[in-house]
């Protein structure tokens, strides 16, 4: 059950407190962070350190996760909306009956799925981050944003979410 304060935040709390229920790839490591991102959230942790020239510690290897969830005037305002930017960025579309559409891109760095769910529009995406590499790699981010994109949308579906925060659960 969402607590008053998250209640109060609309999609950004909603974004939050799912993004930290489906999101275990990234939360395994440690100095976690949460924040709103006005109707998202993003999380990040550090799953390696070092002590950087100055003496600060600085982070070898993290993950981050961003969800970004918006409410279509219809369901099919929602699919238009996310049939566009399938066909924007060149996705491919995945099939699952827990979405009414949905695409895929990924590479070795990230994943983004864009889902459209009733008349719900939610982006989930998943990448590596390091102060010590320029490009930070992450093997199975394809499938991890597959699969926590498939929780996350399965909660969508349930009426009223994600508008109201304690009908998501």
């Known amino acids: 059950m969402a607590t008053a304060r998250e209640q109060e935040g609309g999609l950004e709390a909603t974004a939050?407190?799912?993004?930290?229920?489906?999101?275990g790839a990234v939360s395994e490591g440690h100095d976690y962070v949460k924040q709103g991102t006005g109707?998202?959230?993003?999380?990040?942790?550090?799953?390696?350190?070092?002590d950087g020239p100055d003496g600060i510690k600085r982070c070898a290897y993290g993950r981050g996760a961003e969800l970004t969830l918006a409410i279509a005037g219809s369901a099919k305002a929602a699919k238009q909306f996310?049939?566009?930017?399938?066909?924007?960025v060149g996705?491919?579309?995945?099939?699952?009956?827990?979405?009414?559409?949905?695409?895929?891109f990924s590479n070795s760095k990230?994943?983004?799925?864009?889902?459209?769910?009733?008349?719900?529009?939610?982006?989930?995406?998943?990448?590596?981050?390091?102060?010590?590499?320029?490009?930070?790699?992450?093997?199975?981010v394809r499938t991890e944003v597959s699969e926590d994109a498939e929780l996350i949308a399965a909660r969508?579906?349930?009426?009223?979410?994600?508008a109201d925060l304690n009908r998501c659960f």
């Open 16 to 23: 939050c407190y799912m993004l930290g229920a489906a999101t």
């Open 39 to 50: 109707d998202g959230c993003s999380v990040d942790s550090c799953w390696k350190e070092y």
């Open 82 to 88: 996310v049939a566009g930017e399938i066909a924007r």
């Open 91 to 104: 996705m491919k579309k995945l099939k699952n009956k827990v979405y009414d559409l949905a695409g895929l």
């Open 110 to 140: 990230e994943g983004i799925v864009e889902m459209a769910v009733g008349r719900n529009i939610a982006r989930l995406a998943l990448g590596p981050a390091s102060d010590a590499e320029s490009s930070p790699r992450w093997p199975r």
């Open 156 to 162: 969508l579906r349930k009426p009223g979410c994600p």
